[in-house]
């Protein structure tokens, strides 16, 4: 069975400070596909990233940054310079490579940026 | 965005009624999803729909069904709800790609309250 851990349930860090959120994976695949969305406080889902299992460089996107390390099942994501916007609840999730390619996701963590 | 609107956005019911929450998509989408939110949970799969008529269980199933006739509408159908049924709910699509992985998009969800 699939699995997704993000142990971190809430940070706070205060504003300019890089951070990173933490994404443990289990899976019996060799294909598969790992995703993050964003939920901002007023609830909807928000896409950001979707990696494939055999694509381990990392990915650059403006002040966001995922380090993809197979050999740790990790899938980490880290905010340089946060902002007060970066505020939200962040999930790590997991498919597989079949058919409907269904969302296992992590608990998510609770991201706050203080002023 | 994606073209996936939730109806209603928010209810109230009581223990025992029959509840209907309808997600819609203008995208054509072949894939359909149904998850739950709760705290400490992240999201988990319900149900899922793969085209017209066809639809599978997810993770959370027991007290769901689901219908979908035609491509654009999935519905959720809570038989007799119950108060452990209390959540948000969001419906999610996609579509295959030539890539292979795809990521969900995700409607703006509908908090349902079972008293």
């Known amino acids: 069975a699939q699995k997704v851990t993000q142990a971190q349930t809430e940070i706070s860090v205060v504003e300019k400070e890089d951070v990173t959120l933490d994404c443990v994976y289990e899976?019996?695949?060799?294909?598969?596909?790992l995703f993050w969305y964003k939920q901002p406080p007023s609830g909807e889902l928000v896409f950001l990233i979707r990696r494939n299992s055999f694509d381990e460089q990392n990915e650059i996107s403006g002040r966001y940054s995922w380090n993809f390390q197979k050999s740790t099942s990790s899938f980490n994501f880290t905010i340089t310079a946060s902002q007060v916007v970066d505020s939200a609840v962040y999930f790590c999730?997991?498919?597989?490579?079949?058919?409907?390619?269904?969302?296992?996701f992590g608990q998510g963590t609770r991201l706050t940026i203080n002023p | 965005d994606a073209g996936i609107t939730q109806s209603p956005r928010h209810k109230v019911t009581e223990t025992g009624t029959p509840v209907t929450l309808r997600c819609h998509q203008t995208e054509n989408h072949r894939y359909m999803y149904w998850y739950r939110q709760d705290p400490g949970h992240g999201l988990r799969l319900i149900h899922y729909s793969y085209g017209v008529k066809d639809t599978d269980k997810g993770e959370v199933s027991d007290g769901y069904s689901v219908s979908r006739s035609k491509t654009e509408d999935f519905l959720l159908t809570l038989e007799s709800a119950t108060s452990s049924q209390t959540s948000v709910y969001f419906c999610?699509?996609?579509?295959?790609?030539?890539?292979?992985?795809?990521?969900?998009?995700f409607g703006p969800g509908t908090r349902l309250t079972v008293l």
């Open positions: 999610a699509i996609s579509e295959p790609g030539l890539a292979g992985g795809r990521e969900q998009f």
């Open positions: 999730a997991l498919s597989d490579a079949q058919g409907a390619q269904k969302l296992v």
């Open positions: 899976t019996r695949d060799t294909t598969y596909y």
